[in-house]
């Protein structure tokens, strides 16, 4: 019964971070509209969106990737994305030649071009390698989406939208970021949907 008393009180405690992130996640509404259009506009102008993290946040990009290259819920064509978690043979090569904090960065400067999405996801905004892709992506051009928690730390002022959960629980950032997503999903199957139906008739 003690063991069952404690596992519920460290349930109910996890509920009560996860709605106090809740409750932050919705002062970042209009920034995951302003979000979603911008990937919706950088799509249709041809561009690809980019998305990269570490440890969570880096199965974040490549679920986020997925679904825009498979698809979320509607059935539509497949969206121009990558993430930059996934070739572990660049990964452990920068790593290796130069430094893991170079690991995205120097993708971005291969794959970016002016007009591209970067999705950079940090719980923490402190992520040094994070903070290095999205230089990156603004010396050539590209537009940068910034999901993070805590106050977003450095990386904040080099995002041109920011989606940030004000909470120092890291799991609960998490649970955010995922939503945040699935959100963008719903939104691009939306209007870029409605973008391909429109082109097709006319």
Do not use: W
């Not at 405690?13 to 992130?21: F, P, Q, R």
């Not at 996934?86 to 990964?91: F, G, N, Q």
């Not at 893991?100 to 291969?110: A, C, K, M, P, T």
């Not at 591209?116 to 905004?125: C, W």
């Amino acid at each position: 019964m003690e063991t069952n008393t404690v596992a519920i009180d460290l349930i109910e405690d996890s509920l009560t971070l996860h709605m106090a992130a809740l409750d932050s996640l919705r002062h970042n509404i209009h920034a995951v509209v302003e979000s979603s259009k911008t990937i919706v506009d950088c799509l249709k102008k041809g561009g690809k969106v980019i998305a990269c993290g570490n440890g969570g946040s880096a199965s974040d990009a490549q679920h986020f990737v997925a679904e825009l290259v498979g698809r979320f819920v509607s059935d539509r064509p497949p969206l121009a994305a990558v993430a930059l978690t996934t070739d572990t043979s660049i990964l452990t090569a920068v790593a290796n030649d130069y430094s893991f904090e170079e690991i995205f960065s120097r993708q971005v400067e291969g794959l970016c071009r002016h007009g591209d999405v970067l999705v950079a996801i940090s719980t923490s905004g402190r992520s040094k390698n994070i903070i290095n892709a999205m230089s990156s992506a603004k010396k050539r051009g590209g537009i940068v989406i910034l999901v993070s928690g805590k106050d977003g730390g450095d990386a904040k002022p080099l995002a041109d939208i920011s989606i940030i959960i004000e909470s120092y629980n890291t799991a609960a950032i998490q649970e955010m970021h995922i939503m945040v997503f699935h959100m963008i999903c719903g939104i691009i199957d939306e209007q870029y949907g409605k973008f391909i139906l429109n082109s097709n008739n006319g």
